[in-house]
C-alpha cells in the first residue's frame, strides 16, 4: 500500500486548507483512513479517522473546525481544516488500516501564522 498526502501549506490563523492522501496498491477495501499530526518537539497525534463506511471520530481539539470525509472509489481521504489556529501546525500524516495492517503516509507540512 502506497500513501500519497499533498495539500498542505502556509495559512494565517483563521485560514482554511484542504488535505488529501490517495492510497493505491490495494484489491480490498481499506477498512480504517485517518490523519495524525507531529508538532515540533512533541508526540504524534490523533486528529480525525472514518470508516469505510462513513463513520468519523475527532480529537476534541478540532471538532467543529475540521472535517475528515472520503471517496472509496478512489480510495483518498480528505481533511477539510478551518478556522486554523497557530496550535494546528505541524506535519499531518495519513494513516490506513487494511487488511490488519496499518501504513502511513509520508507527511505533509501545515504551518499557520499568528
Known amino acids: 500500500v502506497q500513501l500519497q498526502a499533498s495539500g498542505g501549506g502556509l495559512v494565517q490563523a483563521g485560514g482554511s486548507l484542504r488535505l488529501s492522501c490517495a492510497a493505491s496498491g490495494t484489491m480490498f477495501i481499506i477498512n480504517e483512513m485517518g490523519w495524525f499530526r507531529q508538532a515540533p518537539d512533541k508526540q504524534r497525534e490523533f486528529v480525525a479517522a472514518?470508516?469505510?463506511?462513513?463513520?468519523?471520530n475527532y480529537a476534541d481539539s478540532v471538532k467543529g473546525r475540521f472535517t475528515i470525509s472520503r471517496d472509496n472509489a478512489k480510495n483518498t481521504v480528505y481533511l477539510q481544516m478551518n478556522s486554523l489556529k497557530p496550535e494546528d501546525t505541524g506535519v499531518y500524516y495519513c494513516k490506513v488500516t487494511y487488511r490488519g495492517s496499518f501504513y502511513w503516509g509520508q507527511g505533509t507540512l501545515v504551518t499557520v501564522s499568528s
Open positions: 472514518i470508516t469505510f463506511g462513513g463513520n468519523a
